[in-house]
């Protein structure tokens, strides 16, 4: 699929081996120990209900290839980012015909299927010479296809991550286990990865690849992997400056929005946030980015960082947060577990089995979720140009709050938390120019309506500082499942 029959899309991003098993298995899943838990692709193909009726209609899964197996320092290659060979499937994950039966399964349903791609490195497991303060020496016929060492950079470490060049041709990982780097400027192996994504996209009918440490592979390598790949191509840069991933969304079409997501983090994990800084780094990304904001990928949460709730667990805080990706320009993506309330902290413990659950629907943010991505979908139906019209931010005087506009959705957010009393709340002149005189304005989360003002303005206040997500009541006729009145 094209980055346009992306735009509308909201993702489920999931870790295969952790969202769900072939049988059911109820077994626990010890995060710290980074071993395979078991989960499938049968398992995923099984459980597309509960993503489904939480209104996604795409879902993100782990690299699929083989990886290395057994135990390194760090564990397993559970998560799939270890590439043994490109050209076999990791079949701790299930078989070829498991992972077509998932692609038909979803494209059966009007689902896309993304799946996470690795050019960066390969891995094998490095001789023990490290120890002794030498560089470690690997065997790479270990490896497949680049199974010499010449098809890899010279090994060093990246040191300075102010240089470029570091951070390209040397390697990510430590001593203890570094990814071996691939030598992305050989014609030969540009050549073999481009022709090794066009077919894997073709065989397991692919929709959309999310690229793994884009930032680590020269820029221009990209354009024409991502011709080869023929489908969406969303970069994952792990930097907070819009300024370094502009080049990024000139080479593909879509960056994950880490820049935000800095913000995003820091402004809603406590009172003491600052959510004007997040409205300064979209102000930026919209004059910036090749496509402004459209197309970014927007998450809260991912499988390299802690869990929101790990920072804060005031469910106001919380679901503030959590609207932020599907009211704004860029395609809204929930790691797996947030609507569970998972607390996860950093890598690996972010990573839990879903399993245990039970697949909850009657969690509380089950429920907020449901109500976000039904509300996105209702303004796409209300709005033909909603996903073309770049939000905008109305103006607040006071710094607990922002008011962001992208009609016919207002998104009133607010990190005062569920202790704050009274004070908190929105201004939105007429002027703004969103609503009639007097027209009825719902808050999509209480189903709760309010009349503009006779310029069609609305003040409104919060509520044990919860969000509010407002649209005209005339408009929530397309939407269903949205307020049935
Ligand atoms: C394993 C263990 C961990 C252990 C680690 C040392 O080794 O599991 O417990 O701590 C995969 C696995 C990981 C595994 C790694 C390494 O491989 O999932 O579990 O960790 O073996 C992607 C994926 C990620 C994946 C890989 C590797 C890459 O999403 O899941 O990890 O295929 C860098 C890369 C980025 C990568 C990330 C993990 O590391 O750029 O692509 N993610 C700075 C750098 C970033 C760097 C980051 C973390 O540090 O600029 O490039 O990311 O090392 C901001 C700055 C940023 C700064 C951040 C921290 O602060 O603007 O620049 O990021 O303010
Ligand atoms: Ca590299």
Redesign the pocket.
Known sequence: ATADEWRGRSIYQLLTDRFATTNNSSSPCDTTS?KYCGGTWKGITAHLDYIQAMGFDAVWIS?IVENLEGE?A??EAY????TKNINKINTNFGTEDDLNELSAALHTRGMFLMV?V?V??L?TVPDNSSKNGQDPTFDYSEITPFSTANDYHPFCL?QN?DNQTD?EQCW???K??P?SDLDTEDPEIVTTMNEWIAGLVKKYKIDGVRI?????VRKDFWPDFAKSAGVFTIG??????TS?LKGYTEVIDSVLD?PTW?PLKTGFTSPQGNLSAITEIVVEAQKTYKNGMFMTGSFLE???QERFQAATQDQALVKNAMTWPFINDGVPILYYGQEQGYTGG???NN?EALWPTGFDTSKPLVDHVKTLNAARKAAVAANDKFLTTSMSFIGQSDSAVLAVSKPPLLGLLTNAGNKSTGSTKWTIPGSAGLFKAGESVVNVFECKSINADDKGGITVQANGGMPQLMMPASMLGKAGGLCPS
Do not use: A, C, Q, S
């Open positions: 980074r690299p390194t760090y564990g998560h799939g980012y270890w996470d690795v960066n490195h891995v990246i991550y951070v990510i990982g430590d203890v286990l990814l793994d440490t884009v930032k680590h994952e840069i792990l930097d907070d400056k370094y880490y800095f991912n499988h390299d950093n890598d690996p990573r």
